[in-house]
């Protein structure tokens, strides 16, 4: 019989591969609610930084993976500010945009 009471704690990274997949899908559904045009090497740009952060953190995001709302804060804490200089909108409509997308 399989224990499954210690499957929760033990949980394995993603690779980097589902990783850059996920921040390009998250990314990708924000632009689709902000109704702006952002230029693929902008948008590149974009997925670099919120990549690096995630990677730099990916301890704390896979322990709080099922918590939507925690992740959405922490986007909007720690990755935010850069992505709306880059793509010159407020960081406010940046964040509503996301976490309509993420949630």
């Known amino acids: 019989m399989k224990n499954y009471t210690n499957e929760k704690h033990n949980q394995t990274y993603p690779s980097l591969r589902n990783i850059r997949r996920a921040c390009q899908r998250e990314l990708y559904r924000t632009v689709k609610k902000l109704n702006k045009y952002i230029s693929p090497d ?3 740009q974009a997925e670099q ?3 690096q952060k995630v990677v730099l953190n ?3 995001i896979a322990e709080n993976g099922s ?3 925690l992740l959405a804060n ?3 804490d720690n990755v935010c500010d850069e992505i709306a200089v880059l793509w010159s909108v407020e960081p406010s409509t940046l964040a509503i945009a996301f976490r309509d997308s993420f949630s």
Do not use: E, T
Request: a positive charge; proline letters at 7%; hydrophobic letters at 55%.
């Open 42 to 44: 902008i948008m590149k």
């Open 49 to 51: 930084i919120y990549l």
């Open 58 to 60: 990916l301890p704390w």
């Open 67 to 69: 918590n939507r709302k």
């Open 74 to 76: 922490w986007w909007k």
